[in-house]
């Protein structure tokens, strides 16, 4: 006679595989027989807990199956979660126009959790904290004895709670601890939208603007921003997605639209192999207003990741732009919401994405084509720089001083760029018909005849 433990095996095994009706492909690698005692383990060890442990209130079936959700989900990759409703109603709201918390996002790398980003606006970058620090603590809770879900949830709360962190930083191996309290966090997009200084760029006018995340009205402010940048006479422009996380990913499909023609292929995503989930993301007619035909140059940095990986490794491979600074954060990776009851939900990779050339950006990031990195004390300005606004005038006069490598790279690459494509001929030639135009219009006083008396004559002659 079969045990209650067996049963109990056999039902969960039941309940996982109805409905489910594995394709050919799948017959050969599914075995029924070793699926069900791993499960039959599975259930041995949670009922061996539930009756052993020594503390009874944390050994339900919800706590302890929730537990392993956790883990199972967390042991894929870093962005698989298993998210409690707390986390999923977050989740949900993200896209709205503010959330609370310290603003940053979170992953796991290395197996550590890791700053991906610290908006510049936000409590935790003000404190100080930069991009790929490593979080020990959060409080007093030690970061290796939780998953990503529970990080996210201890990182979140009512705006005025506060919170310590407690980070390692790579760079330099020290261990720094940084107070904040929680805020409203507005989202924002398009960023510094300028032509940037005369004597750096000369004999050229460049544009600049920084894209923080890809959000709903990312594109349309980009094309605001470079239609005011047109006006004041641009001749190359430069896009910053260092720190930029990612976001909806039709923003950024939308943003490569600037800059290609309406129709180009600027990605491709493709689910498990075998399973014939390809989808082909190209860019839109309806959205774009012109072309923008001039040179660009995109700054990453190991912190761009996602939406802003595909913009610069597609636009890279379409030969359309320059990339200039550190290899990308590496999140090249589609991720599916599967809602699963009682307002929980799981995160799970389901495909990842694929440059025009059919590179894979997940795990290898986008390798510049010029590459420049920051040092530690660079890196900290760079920081500084883009949250200047946030600081005292005194310390944000200081901050605007930061001589930045990484731009300056950028612009010597499209002064490079603008003399291959005539750019500098044409501007001369246009120079000298407007100073010949110029010397045209210019009123000129009549002139009398100079005269010389020469000796022995009684008449002038005119010279």
Same mark, same amino acid.
């Given at each position: 006679?079969k045990?209650?433990?067996?049963?109990?095996?056999?039902?969960?095994?039941?309940?996982?595989?109805?409905?489910?009706?594995?394709?050919? #492909?799948?017959?050969?690698?599914?075995?029924?027989?070793?699926?069900?005692?791993?499960?039959?383990?599975?259930?041995?060890? +949670?009922?061996?807990?539930? =009756?052993?442990?020594?503390?009874?209130?944390?050994?339900?079936?919800?706590?302890?199956?929730? #537990?392993?959700?956790?883990?199972?989900?967390?042991?894929?990759?870093?962005?698989?979660q298993?998210?409690?409703?707390?986390?999923?109603?977050?989740?949900?709201?993200?896209?709205? #126009?503010?959330?609370?918390?310290?603003g940053?996002?979170?992953?796991?790398?290395?197996?550590? +959790?890791?700053?991906?980003?610290?908006?510049?606006? *936000?409590?935790?970058?003000?404190?100080?904290?930069?991009?790929?620090?490593?979080?020990?603590?959060?409080?007093?809770?030690?970061?290796?004895?939780? !998953?990503?879900? =529970?990080?996210?949830?201890?990182?979140?709360?009512?705006?005025?709670? &506060?919170?310590?962190?407690?980070?390692?930083?790579? &760079?330099?191996?020290?261990l720094?601890?940084?107070?904040?309290?929680? /805020?409203?966090?507005?989202?924002?997009s398009?960023?510094?939208?300028?032509?940037?200084?005369?004597?750096?760029?000369?004999?050229?006018?460049?544009?600049?603007?920084?894209?923080?995340?890809?959000?709903?009205?990312?594109? /349309?402010?980009?094309?605001?921003?470079?239609?005011?940048?047109?006006?004041? !006479?641009?001749?190359?422009?430069? $896009?910053?997605?260092?720190?930029?996380?990612?976001?909806?990913?039709n923003?950024?499909?939308?943003?490569?639209?600037?800059?290609?023609?309406? *129709?180009?292929?600027?990605?491709?995503?493709?689910?498990?192999? %075998?399973?014939?989930?390809?989808?082909?993301?190209?860019?839109?007619?309806?959205?774009?207003?012109?072309?923008?035909?001039?040179?660009?140059?995109?700054?990453?940095?190991?912190?761009?990741?996602?939406?802003?990986?595909?913009?610069?490794?597609?636009?890279?491979?379409?030969?359309?732009?320059i990339?200039? *600074?550190?290899?990308?954060? *590496?999140? %090249?990776?589609?991720?599916?919401?599967?809602p699963?009851?009682?307002?929980?939900?799981?995160?799970?990779?389901?495909?990842?994405?694929?440059?025009?050339?059919?590179?894979?950006?997940?795990?290898?990031?986008?390798?510049p084509?010029i590459?420049?990195? $920051?040092?530690?004390? /660079?890196?900290?300005?760079? &920081?500084?720089?883009?949250?200047?606004?946030? +600081?005292?005038?005194?310390?944000?006069?200081?901050?605007e001083?930061?001589?930045?490598?990484?731009?300056?790279?950028?612009i010597?690459?499209?002064?490079?760029? $603008?003399?291959?494509?005539?750019?500098?001929?044409?501007?001369d030639?246009?120079?000298?018909?407007?100073e010949? &135009?110029?010397?045209?219009?210019?009123?000129?006083? /009549?002139?009398?005849?100079?005269?010389?008396e020469?000796? !022995?004559?009684?008449?002038?002659?005119?010279?």
């Amino acid at each position: 006679m079969k045990s209650p433990r067996h049963f109990f095996a056999l039902l969960l095994f039941s309940m996982f595989m109805a409905g489910v009706e594995p394709s050919a #492909s799948q017959d050969s690698d599914l075995n029924e027989d070793a699926g069900f005692l791993e499960i039959e383990l599975f259930t041995e060890v +949670l009922e061996t807990i539930r =009756q052993g442990y020594v503390d009874p209130e944390k050994v339900t079936y919800e706590q302890l199956i929730n #537990s392993a959700l956790e883990g199972m989900l967390a042991d894929l990759d870093p962005h698989c979660q298993f998210m409690q409703p707390k986390v999923f109603d977050q989740l949900k709201r993200n896209t709205d #126009s503010t959330y609370e918390g310290i603003g940053v996002t979170i992953s796991t790398k290395n197996e550590i +959790l890791t700053i991906v980003t610290a908006r510049e606006d *936000g409590p935790a970058a003000r404190a100080g904290v930069l991009p790929g620090d490593q979080i020990l603590k959060i409080n007093n809770q030690l970061t290796e004895e939780i !998953g990503i879900a =529970q990080a996210i949830n201890l990182l979140r709360g009512k705006p005025g709670e &506060a919170l310590k962190l407690t980070v390692r930083r790579p &760079a330099t191996q020290k261990l720094h601890e940084f107070e904040m309290k929680r /805020e409203v966090i507005k989202q924002s997009s398009v960023k510094d939208i300028r032509i940037l200084n005369p004597k750096t760029t000369s004999p050229y006018r460049m544009g600049y603007a920084r894209i923080l995340q890809f959000s709903e009205p990312t594109a /349309e402010e980009l094309a605001d921003a470079l239609d005011k940048l047109e006006q004041e !006479g641009m001749d190359a422009f430069i $896009l910053d997605l260092r720190n930029n996380p990612g976001g909806l990913l039709n923003s950024a499909i939308d943003v490569c639209g600037e800059f290609v023609k309406a *129709g180009t292929v600027v990605l491709t995503t493709e689910g498990k192999p %075998g399973s014939g989930e390809i989808k082909v993301y190209r860019t839109s007619a309806e959205i774009k207003r012109r072309d923008r035909d001039y040179p660009l140059a995109i700054l990453v940095n190991h912190s761009s990741a996602s939406g802003s990986e595909v913009v610069a490794g597609a636009l890279q491979d379409l030969k359309r732009c320059i990339v200039v *600074g550190e290899t990308s954060f *590496g999140k %090249g990776s589609v991720q599916s919401i599967i809602p699963i009851g009682d307002g929980k939900a799981i995160r799970m990779t389901t495909a990842k994405y694929y440059t025009p050339s059919h590179r894979t950006i997940h795990e290898n990031g986008v390798v510049p084509n010029i590459v420049a990195t $920051l040092t530690p004390a /660079e890196e900290r300005d760079l &920081a500084r720089w883009m949250s200047r606004d946030t +600081l005292s005038p005194e310390e944000r006069k200081k901050a605007e001083k930061f001589r930045d490598p990484q731009l300056i790279r950028a612009i010597d690459a499209m002064k490079g760029a $603008l003399v291959y494509s005539g750019v500098s001929d044409a501007k001369d030639s246009v120079d000298d018909e407007k100073e010949m &135009a110029a010397n045209d219009a210019e009123p000129k006083e /009549e002139e009398e005849p100079e005269t010389e008396e020469k000796p !022995g004559t009684e008449d002038s002659e005119e010279e």
